[in-house]
């Protein structure tokens, strides 16, 4: 199973280039709509999954993988492209879900609406 405990949460060097460039007045939406999005999609993800259906798990995973990458959500990129690339089994499902809520809820209480 990937060890997640040295990747950060949250690349905070890499989200800080991020606002320099692109601006808070339009980063910060993209962030809040992501925390408050993140577990929907991976609940997709479990649902698929669970329903047998690899192919769309995987695509999903790839998806949530490409927004965690695109927002410096750097643990939660690593824990999709696990799903995405190597087991849709219990163990990596359960880190993709408990590291996306921990995405969320860290992008919600430092960007709060």
Request: charged content about 30%; glycine content about 4%; overall charge negative.
């Amino acid at each position: 199973m990937l060890q997640t405990a040295e990747v950060p949460l949250i690349d905070e060097e890499e989200l800080a280039r991020a606002m320099e460039a692109l601006g808070e007045e339009r980063l910060v939406p993209i962030l809040q709509t992501f925390a408050a999005t993140v577990m929907d999609e991976a609940w997709e993800i479990a649902s698929a999954v669970s329903g047998r259906e690899p192919e769309r798990a995987r695509r999903l995973a790839h998806a949530i993988k490409g927004a965690a990458c695109n927002l410096c959500a750097t643990r939660l990129a690593r824990a999709a492209e696990v799903l995405e690339t190597q087991n849709l089994d219990a163990d990596a499902l359960a880190l993709l879900l408990a590291t996306a809520r921990e995405t969320g809820d860290w992008i919600a209480r430092r960007y709060p609406d």
